[in-house]
C-alpha cells in the first residue's frame, strides 16, 4: 500500500497525515501514483478535469491508464495537491517503498511520517448514484477494521445512514457542503451510543461544520467519485490511524 506521509497545508499549515489513494489496475494489482518526496504541496485555486488526472503504468501488465491526483481537502478550505513523480508513475507505478532518511531532506515533514496501520488495498466504489455513495462509505469504515457496517433501520428517526459494531456514520451525498446540524447529529448519536462516528460529504463542508466538528472531535471524510474517502480534519486522521487493522 501506499505510504502515509505528513503533508503541510501551504495555506495555514496545519499538518495532515495522508495515504494516496490505492486503485486495482483492471489486471488486479494495486497501484497508486507515487507522491515526488522533498515536493511541496500546492494549493490547488482552479480545478480542471485534465489537471485532476496522472498518467500510471501497471508494471505487471504495462497497461497506462489516469489515477486521481493525490489531493485533500483542508479545513480551512483550501484544495492541497501532492507533486507526483513523473517518470516514477510512468516506470514502475507502484506505491513507493519506504525509504531511509537522507540528510540533505529539509524541512519537519520529513523527519515527522505519520505511522499508518498496515491494512490491505482499499478498493473503491465508483459513486454514481445516491446509493452508491452509502455503498462508498461502508465499505471505507470495513476497510478500516468496523465489522458489521450495514444500513441503519433508524435512518428516517435518528439521522444516521450506517451502522456497524463500534461506529455510526452519516453519508451526504448531496451536491451542496454538508451542514452544521449533520455534523451535531453524528456526535450526538455517537455520543449516546458511545460508538465511533464519521461523517461522509461528496460536496465537502461548509464553515461552520468544519469548526464544530473540530470542537467535537467529529471525522470528517470527502469523497470523490472514484469513492476513496480522504480525511479533512485530525479526528478523520485519528481514526484511519486508530481504526484495527482488518483481513480484507
Same mark, same amino acid.
Given at each position: 500500500?501506499?505510504?502515509s506521509v505528513?503533508?503541510?497545508?501551504? &495555506?495555514?499549515?496545519?499538518?495532515?497525515?495522508?495515504?494516496? @489513494?490505492?486503485? %486495482?489496475?483492471?489486471?488486479?494489482?494495486? +497501484?497508486?501514483? /507515487?507522491?515526488?518526496?522533498?515536493?511541496? /504541496?500546492?494549493?490547488? *485555486?482552479?480545478?480542471?478535469?485534465?489537471?485532476?488526472?496522472?498518467?500510471?503504468?501497471?508494471?505487471?501488465?504495462?497497461?497506462?491508464?489516469?489515477?486521481?491526483?493525490?489531493?485533500?481537502?483542508?479545513?480551512?478550505?483550501?484544495?492541497?495537491?501532492?507533486?507526483v513523480?513523473?517518470?516514477?508513475?510512468?516506470?514502475?507505478?507502484? %506505491? #513507493?517503498?519506504?525509504?531511509?532518511?537522507?540528510?540533505? =531532506?529539509?524541512?519537519?515533514s #520529513?523527519?515527522?511520517? #505519520?505511522?499508518?496501520?498496515?491494512? /490491505?488495498?482499499?478498493?473503491?466504489?465508483?459513486?454514481?448514484?445516491? *446509493?452508491?455513495?452509502?455503498?462508498?462509505? #461502508?465499505?471505507?469504515?470495513?476497510?478500516?477494521?468496523?465489522?458489521?457496517?450495514?444500513?441503519?433501520?433508524? *435512518?428516517? &428517526?435518528?439521522?444516521?445512514?450506517?451502522?456497524?459494531?463500534?461506529v455510526?456514520?452519516?453519508?451526504? @451525498?448531496?451536491?451542496?457542503?454538508?451542514?452544521?446540524?449533520?455534523?451535531?447529529?453524528?456526535?450526538?448519536?455517537?455520543?449516546?451510543?458511545?460508538?465511533?462516528?464519521? +461523517?461522509?460529504?461528496l460536496?465537502?463542508?461548509?464553515?461552520?461544520?468544519? +469548526?464544530?466538528?473540530?470542537?467535537?472531535?467529529?471525522?470528517?471524510?470527502?469523497?470523490?467519485?472514484?469513492?476513496? /474517502?480522504?480525511p479533512?480534519?485530525?479526528?478523520?486522521?485519528?481514526?484511519?490511524?486508530?481504526? &484495527?487493522?482488518? =483481513?480484507?
Amino acid at each position: 500500500m501506499a505510504e502515509s506521509v505528513l503533508v503541510r497545508c501551504p &495555506a495555514c499549515g496545519r499538518d495532515h497525515s495522508y495515504t494516496a @489513494p490505492t486503485f %486495482p489496475c483492471a489486471c488486479g494489482t494495486p +497501484l497508486a501514483p /507515487p507522491v515526488r518526496y522533498g515536493a511541496l /504541496p500546492v494549493q490547488v *485555486r482552479h480545478r480542471s478535469w485534465e489537471d485532476s488526472w496522472v498518467r500510471v503504468r501497471c508494471p505487471d501488465c504495462d497497461r497506462r491508464d489516469h489515477w486521481p491526483q493525490p489531493e485533500f481537502d483542508c479545513s480551512c478550505g483550501a484544495l492541497v495537491r501532492l507533486p507526483v513523480d513523473t517518470e516514477a508513475a510512468e516506470g514502475a507505478g507502484r %506505491p #513507493a517503498e519506504p525509504r531511509d532518511a537522507d540528510p540533505q =531532506d529539509a524541512g519537519p515533514s #520529513a523527519a515527522r511520517q #505519520a505511522a499508518a496501520v498496515v491494512r /490491505p488495498p482499499f478498493r473503491p466504489v465508483t459513486i454514481r448514484t445516491a *446509493r452508491d455513495a452509502l455503498t462508498a462509505a #461502508a465499505q471505507f469504515l470495513k476497510w478500516l477494521g468496523f465489522a458489521g457496517v450495514r444500513l441503519a433501520d433508524d *435512518r428516517t &428517526a435518528s439521522g444516521i445512514d450506517l451502522r456497524g459494531d463500534g461506529v455510526v456514520a452519516l453519508v451526504d @451525498p448531496t451536491t451542496e457542503p454538508t451542514e452544521l446540524r449533520d455534523v451535531e447529529c453524528l456526535w450526538l448519536n455517537s455520543t449516546h451510543e458511545d460508538a465511533a462516528g464519521a +461523517l461522509f460529504s461528496l460536496a465537502g463542508y461548509a464553515q461552520e461544520a468544519r +469548526l464544530r466538528a473540530d470542537k467535537l472531535g467529529v471525522p470528517l471524510f470527502v469523497m470523490d467519485l472514484t469513492g476513496t /474517502p480522504q480525511p479533512v480534519n485530525d479526528a478523520a486522521d485519528t481514526l484511519i490511524r486508530t481504526a &484495527a487493522a482488518t =483481513d480484507g
